[in-house]
């Protein structure tokens, strides 16, 4: 038995695994359980993005002035399926709550002080693991193709330079200047140089998995059906399996953290905005710096493997099947900008982001099982916000004052 105590970790994605690491390094011993391979559900394929410079939650003003255009596409940056129609509507009603401008103003400040923490706790995280080699500090273009959709975004660059984030608003031939793969269609837009890539996340989660294993860490397979709580620990039960008794549990269940916290007796609004992306080995155009169009509602990125083409939000729920038409629509919309794009081949994948109406992630001890941490709920961010989360948890388990206010992101705060 370490002397700091056995911490168990449900979830093994990337906010498990570098949660895992993390606590290793402050001297305890982890096991991450998992019903999957590590790293291989949500944190697999996203567009790799260390996107600390955003700090606009989604549920904005903003999103209601754009969605009635885009949900009228069932293809377009933003749907819901008929059929889950129902039953996201609690959820919608609490994100248009969180987009009133006063909320929306508390959401910013939240995510803002995660996210400046976000690339210094990956340096600690990557230095203390050397697992750093993945990382490209390259910047990233915010890319529109309608002079409107320029002066329209400007408030964003305002609001992320009154963050102390370096934003310089580019033409589009300057644009193109830097990235000649663009065409003629680019307007304007702007360099962000602070925002870092990786080549590969679901590689990164290799790495933190490999260095949690070296250092001693366990990792069970296994599918956590059952959570309930006695005086001296919290007994997990698996599917064809033992009961583990966990003196401390950190859940990083990712999108599917509801029903775990509704068995401790904590009802958490998360629901999940699916995506999608297409990644394709020989795109015919080759891009240095990460890439996001907004007014189309999706990222170009580009990792080891090529060209990552991706984005949208779909709400339709956990089990529903993928749309694959959504990926043939990302990839139209992205020919209009990149002209010389060759997607016929590629890998086409579907996420599932765990989302709370106010976009920011659940750090938090349970209130009806103190001994239980939650970390979930990270959105568009949970590759940002892993490794400053894995510090935020470590601080909570050992009693120690973490370096924000976690109040923003308490589990009770709905
Ligand atoms: C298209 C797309 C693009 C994205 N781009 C970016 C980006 O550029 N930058 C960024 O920061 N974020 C991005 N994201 C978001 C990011 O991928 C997620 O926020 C992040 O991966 C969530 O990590 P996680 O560890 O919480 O969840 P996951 O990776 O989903 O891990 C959760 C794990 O818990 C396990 N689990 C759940 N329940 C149980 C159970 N009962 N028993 C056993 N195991 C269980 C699952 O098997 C899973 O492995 C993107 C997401 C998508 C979909």
């Not at 963050?163 to 793969?181: F, N, Q, T």
């Not at 925002?195 to 290799?206: E, K, Q, T, V, Y």
């Not at 970390?375 to 892993?386: D, R």
Request: glycine letters at 12%; proline letters at 7%; a neutral charge.
């Amino acid at each position: 038995m370490s002397a700091r105590g056995h911490v168990h970790i449900l979830g093994a994605g990337i906010v498990g695994l570098a949660t895992a690491a993390t606590l290793q390094a402050r001297g305890h011993e982890v096991t991450l359980i998992d019903r999957a391979e590590p790293g291989s559900q949500t944190s697999r394929g996203n567009a790799s993005g260390i996107a600390w410079t955003d700090v606009a939650p989604l549920a904005s003003p903003d999103v209601w002035r754009k969605a009635p255009g885009w949900l009228l596409d069932p293809l377009g940056p933003l749907s819901i399926r008929p059929a889950y129609a129902l039953s996201i509507l609690p959820w919608m009603l609490r994100f248009l709550a969180a987009s009133r401008p006063s909320a929306m103003r508390r959401s910013v400040a939240a995510i803002a002080a995660l996210n400046a923490e976000a690339l210094p706790a990956w340096e600690r995280l990557w230095t203390q693991t050397q697992t750093g080699g993945r990382a490209r500090h390259e910047g990233c273009l915010d890319v529109f193709d309608k002079p409107g959709e320029v002066a329209r975004a400007r408030p964003g660059w305002q609001l992320q330079r009154d963050h102390g984030i370096e934003v310089r608003e580019l033409s589009g031939d300057e644009i193109r200047a830097m990235e000649p793969d663009l065409g003629p269609t680019v307007a304007g837009g702007a360099f962000i140089p602070g925002w870092a890539h990786l080549d590969d996340p679901f590689a990164m989660c290799g790495d933190l998995e490999r260095v949690v294993r070296a250092r001693g860490g366990t990792i069970l397979r296994g599918e956590v059906v059952g959570l309930t709580a006695n005086a001296d620990a919290v007994q997990l039960s698996l599917r064809d399996g033992p009961l583990i008794a966990a003196e401390h549990l950190v859940i990083a269940g990712g999108a599917w953290s509801r029903r775990l916290a509704a068995a401790l007796g904590e009802d958490v609004p998360l629901d999940t905005e699916r995506g999608y992306n297409i990644t394709v080995p020989k795109p015919g155009v080759s891009f240095r710096r990460f890439i996001m169009l907004a007014g189309y509602g999706f990222v170009l990125s580009p990792i080891a493997a090529g060209l990552r083409i991706g984005g949208a939000v779909e709400f339709a729920g956990l089990t529903a099947e993928p749309n694959w038409a959504r990926v043939d629509a990302l990839v139209a919309r992205a020919r209009r900008v990149v002209p010389g794009l060759k997607a016929e081949t590629g890998e086409r994948w579907m996420g599932f982001r765990p989302s709370l109406p106010d976009s920011l992630p659940v750090i938090s001890r349970s209130r009806t099982v103190p001994r239980v941490v939650y970390a979930f709920g990270h959105a568009h961010h949970g590759l940002t916000q892993a490794a400053t989360t894995g510090e935020l948890v470590a601080d909570l388990i050992a009693g120690r004052a973490p370096g924000i206010d976690l109040a923003p992101y308490a589990v009770d705060r709905f």
